[in-house]
């Protein structure tokens, strides 16, 4: 039986990607050799990087003065590489989440962090507003989609100041403005990817301006440099990025994307809303996430919530049990998950509660 798969990363990859992945590895480019054995200098594997980057370009529609680079060390490893490059004094984070704590532990070793405001009151089930970020500090750090809690940023702020996001769990499902902001990353096995690889894209100019000295691989100049060719580039989850940039370029983009990703999203928050047996964590519809949709059973149905991950595997359903520190479900709906998977978990849903 064909799975429904609703896990939160590494996460559903179109079959594009994985055809032309698994023929790859059997055959790169004509080369005879597989894309596991063949260097990145050859001329094959560099066209596979420079596709990639002009990808990522035109499909997020990157201005002119921003480097599109492809690093090791995922997501987390930016924690640290964004204040060692960026922090001087201080910065500005918003507290949205686990993802975004660990932002702020890490940029505390490189000066003083002021959390603008923070929803760990309500365990994260609310974005933050009203907040006023401090115009002396060398940047905001923002997390726009809330992978555990399942809260979003549909929106590019407007501040005065530097900005930086962490957009791993939601990148490539809408249009964003990349010139408001001058650090963008995002670990690629949530919507691009195996993991092994996260996209940064870093406005050049505002590099260069720290006192402090930075080790040559935290330093973005050095992969700026060198077109994220300095060592050795995970190559294999770049060439499954390159397919799968192709396939959502294919589709009309990230502006179709989202059309796509809402219309899941509220075909399964409405089936929620509807429910007399499951309510969403989120409450306030501005903040839900349409990547990861967070959802429990009501406190007289709670002690069937195993029971229902039993019963969706059944249907095939795979990857619904909820982050241990929200509990429930949580369903991701990433871009490659087709609608029909929606489908088959509210029918799930709906003929389980009529059981009950
Ligand atoms: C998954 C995730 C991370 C962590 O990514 P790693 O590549 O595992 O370091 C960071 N931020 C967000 C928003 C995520 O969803």
């Known amino acids: 039986m064909k799975k429904h798969n609703f896990y939160a990363g590494p996460s559903i990859l179109s079959e594009y990607t994985i055809k032309n992945t698994a023929d790859a590895i059997l055959d790169f480019a004509g080369t005879g050799l597989s894309v596991l054995e063949v260097s990145h200098r050859s001329k094959e594997f560099q066209a596979v990087i420079d596709e990639a980057m002009a990808l990522v370009k035109e499909l997020l529609d990157v201005p002119e003065g921003y480097s599109v680079l492809f690093l090791g060390g995922g997501a987390s490893m930016q924690f640290c590489m964004v204040p060692y490059n960026l922090l001087k004094k201080k910065a500005a984070y918003l507290e949205t989440g686990t993802w975004a704590s660990n932002a702020i532990k ?7 962090v002021d959390v603008v405001a923070s929803s760990k009151d309500a365990n994260f089930t609310y974005i933050p507003k009203g907040y006023t970020v401090p115009s002396d500090v060398d940047y905001f750090h923002i997390t726009t989609n809330n992978t555990i ?23 490539f499902s809408r249009p964003v403005d990349v010139s408001k902001y001058d650090i963008i990353y995002a670990g690629a096995q949530k919507n691009l990817a195996p993991a092994g690889v996260t996209i940064v894209i870093v406005r050049d100019e505002v590099l260069g301006h720290v ?54 999203a509220a075909r399964l928050y409405d089936a929620i809303d509807s429910s007399r047996m499951f309510e969403g ?34 249907k095939g359903i795979v990857g619904i049990k909820g982050h241990r520190s929200v509990g429930g479900f949580r369903a991701s709906l ?19 509660e009529n059981k009950h």
Do not use: W
Not at 106 to 112: I, M, T
């Open 106 to 112: 890490e940029a505390r070793l490189f000066g003083e």
């Open 149 to 171: 809690y399942g809260t979003e940023m549909r929106y590019d702020p407007d501040v005065n100041v530097r900005m930086v996001a962490d957009m791993s769990s939601d990148i």
């Open 211 to 264: 006192d402090r000295p930075i080790p040559t691989m935290l330093d973005y100049r050095t992969h700026v440099k060198k077109g994220s060719m300095f060592n050795t580039p995970p190559v294999l989850p770049i060439f499954s990025a390159l397919q799968t940039l192709r396939y959502y370029k294919e589709l009309g983009g990230v502006k179709e994307l989202e059309k796509m990703d809402m219309a899941k």
């Open 281 to 314: 964590t989120v409450t306030d519809p501005a903040d839900r996430s349409i990547m990861n949709v967070c959802f429990v059973m009501t406190p007289e149905y709670k002690e069937l919530e195993k029971e229902f991950i039993d019963f969706a595997s059944t």
């Open 334 to 352: 990433y871009n490659a998950l087709p609608m029909a998977s929606v489908e088959v978990l509210v029918a799930a849903m709906k003929e389980f």
